[in-house]
């Protein structure tokens, strides 16, 4: 495997401009200015409606400098397979093909195009950022919102289901390279990128990012509770390579550790969480520590 | 070279010559053979593009989306419900000013399912900013598919090739394959004014304010509404461009004529008959008996839909008795589209700007048509039959020789022809 990137060896170049239209303390934000970095200056963007349209600024203003596609909230991964196709036919395959949407625009509506492309094994990476929300719309429930988050249509009794596990889904296509990331470990995700990148055929990389304005928290706490998320084994950070699951990264370390910190501390850092009762936090938490009971035995 | 195919196979020929890069499409009844013939083509190494097996329409079109961003030449092709699943990357395509071409093999749309011929899907896409143009035969089509691309790249508006399902799409009949070498000179190797590149990047279809905005460098930068207005103005333009190409065309390959409309038999005629795709080669059968019988009749066919040939129309019609307009489409709860676009076309043509004919012998004033009259035929298949059609003009003109100068058929909503209530 390769060194792990340090803060040290991250390239200086920025392909994100300062100034963007992101919330303050956003987490998509962070993820995307070090996933530039990691995809580097041969590629192009494809992406849906979501936070990162906005971001990306209003025409004639481009908060990037990378050359992006904006293309309909479900298109994003047939998007993908025609640029390739049509970079084939040009004889310019160097270039990089990268689709990078929100969770509804990966779990919920963009998931057919996803699917197919991933079926067909067409050679690009999809990332996909999670704030388990339609946050460009208001914030509402999205495939990926956790079971009991309040949002803007769920704003009583909160989301009833579970959070669908996309990752999962993916890695159910067969395809080479599935991983999680979090925009708290930006130097993992760079380096899940990189290797993403080194593979042929469909990769997916799926990132947790914290929203402020969504999640109920201040936006200083960004980092904070996205680490959290991690140590609370409620987010686990792994890769699926050629059907091979590892954990990775902080979630490695966790298995040693065997220490993880109780779900309610990261749950009570937002009010999205605040209609939870004892009882459904405890649910929550027998939840991961049956999922962790499954990582410790095979790491035995 | 001629040979006898089905107008499927006419239209995959045509996206052969006319090399298309990327094809991406997905199966539905009476599209798929030509997208299979597309398939055995490249499969068979005798054309040289990539084909993607998407998941549906709506990334039939995504991806001819992106691969025209990317700067190639994109083809895709539906039928019905594959057409109206893609409706959002219709308006998309338009919108982006990307040269697309898709064949619409017109069949009519569910519920409930029929997979038989009427033009209700491509009718319904009218006003997505694509030009849309309808062959009447299979020598059309493959000419047509060559045109298409011509005027799409001339004009960065993307263009519906419609032909009908079944009666044309699996009939066989004579045409005559273009020549490459000819081929090569009519069509150039497609250059879009941009193609997505790292190394000269732009960040397409933003989100773009209802005002004009400076751009970084001070200069302005167009609105939403002017980006809009100038789809609205190239469209228009298309009309002289698409008679260039035409002419073009015909100097090159001996064929062709009128890019607009193709009238048979007008000159002289008291009464047209109005129409698009197949069904105007039938009325020409029509037209015959009825001049048999002593009727001055003719036929205009639309060759070109949208943009809408308002000009040459008004020109067509403006010293004739009356107008039959048929159609294998409505707009549901009025009439037909083509009927009311002809009627605007009359009106803004030969009634505003007072008419271009004068009295004529007979005292009437021939500065435009006594009446328009809209029929419905043939919807979801249902056969046409020839000898219903001559029924049904022979009774429409009976219905209103008396009326006096201005006499026009009593019901104003269209008549239904072959209808068994
Ligand atoms: C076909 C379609 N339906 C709905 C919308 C409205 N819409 C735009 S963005 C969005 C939510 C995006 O959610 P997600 O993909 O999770 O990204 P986020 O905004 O959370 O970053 C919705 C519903 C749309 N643009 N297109
Ligand atoms: S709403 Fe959330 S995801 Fe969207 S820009 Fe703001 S912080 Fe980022």
Redesign the pocket.
Known sequence: MAAKTTILTLPKEEFVHPGNR??T?????IAYRIGLKALGSDTILIVPPS?LT??QGLFPVASTKLPCLNVTFASTAAAATGMLEALKAQGREHIKVVGWAGDGGTADIGIQALSGAAERGDDFLFLCYD?EGY??TGVQRSGTTPRGAVTANTPIKGKMQQKKDVPAIMAAHGIDYVATASSAYPLDLYDKIKKALSLQGTKYIHIH?P????WGFEPRYAIKIGRLAVETGYYDLYEVEKGEFRLTGASEKLVEKRQLVPVGEYLKTQSRFRILTPEQVADTQARIDRKWGGYYRTNE | MHIIENGNVAAALGVKLAGAQVIAAYPITPQTPLTEKLAEFIEAGEMRAQYIPVESEHSALAACIAASSTGARAFTATSANGLLYMHEQIHWAAGARLPIVMCVVNRAVGAPWCIWNDHQDSISQRDTGWIQMYACDHQQIIDGVLKAFALAEATSIPVMLCYDGYLLSHTYMPFEVPDEGKVGRFLKPFKPPYALDPANPANLNTVTLPDVRMDVLGEMAHGYMEIRYLLQEDLRAALSVGQEIEDEFASIFGRGGNALVEPYRCDDADYVVVGMGSLTYQLRDVVEALRDEGHKIGVLGIRLYRPFPDQAVAEALGAVRGVFVIEKALSYGYEGALCSDLKAALYEHLVKGGGNGGPAEDGRDRGQPAFVKGLVAGIGGRDIRTLDLTDALRAGMAATAGGGAKGAPAEERPDWIGIKL
């Open positions: 992101a919330c303390g956003c987490g998509l934000s936070c906005v971001l704030n946050m460009n990012t929203c402020p304005p969504g």
